[in-house]
């Protein structure tokens, strides 16, 4: 195994203490995980299932991670996990002590992600979005809504902002949960609780859900065992993450939001894999949107990374550009 792949599976590893810190992985974390590892070529001898079942002390796994590049991509990841719920548990306190006195991780650093995650959860403004009555109209409507949503996740993945993809993750997530409250306005509903509630269903919460964002965060940033490939699997995870909650909110909606959990569930495997495919069928138009906005995002991280903007004022920015 070259130093590269040792480095890239400390740091799959390592998310997975995190996932386990509270006694073990939960159903929903461990699809979110498999999802994004299923994305690399594991070292021979080494399946998901045994990755997610290994018992590792961090002792042994922090001294392999050595890159700057990838102690801030694990430390990002594992952040996020543990407090993107709003609720970080001891246990996940004491990985993140740990990485944060072995990465050295900087004050301003910290302070970043957690402006990140508290900015997460904002909503669309209702006002400007009427119910639509006609069937097919909303049905047409909400096709359209969907893809610019996925569209636009996508181009976050491709323009990350270098050292702290992790914000560019959150603003794309961000955008998910505002296409979901959108859609549920087009139906008619405007309280914007139900896009936790449907995540809760197919998740188990807003941590687990995030963790299939972030966990590309380490393959996109070592490039893991896809060398120059990192990107373009987060815009993919992206685009299709995006794309299946949005159709499963639609069909949460179409039910009369009384539509079961294992069906809601199935809604949304398929469609994910479904919005996989439809992310290479909308590749020039994905391509197309970064070009457009490449150099509007690239002032945008730069000037969140020197600290000229807010993080909260950069998902603002970002969420008006894309």
Known sequence: MSSNQQEALASLKILVCMAQAD?????EER???KDAIMTVELPEGITIDSLLEEKTSLDELIPQITTPEAQKAVYNSAY???????????SEQVILDKLNTSFDIPAGHRAILGNAVSGLKQV??????????DNQEREDNIRKTILNYATS???LGLNPIPGLSVVSSLTALGLTLKMMNEIGAKWGYAKGQDALAIIGNLFGGLGAFAASFTVYLVVGTLGLFIPGGGMVAAATSNFALTWAMGKATNQFYASGRQIDRATLKKVFEDAKKEGKTAYADNADAIA?????????????N???KSGRITTEEYQAKVQDLV
């Not at 197309?288 to 945008?300: F, M, R, S, V, Y």
């Open 31 to 33: 699809e979110a995980l």
């Open 124 to 133: 669309v403004d209702f006002s400007a979005i009427e119910k639509i009555v």
């Open 153 to 155: 996740s996508a181009v």
């Open 80 to 90: 996020t996990m543990a407090y993107v719920d709003g609720k970080c548990s001891g």
């Open 288 to 300: 197309a949107k970064k070009k457009d906005t490449e150099g509007e995002l690239n002032t945008l």
């Open 302 to 304: 730069d000037d969140v």
């Open 23 to 27: 006694g073990q992985i939960l159903a």
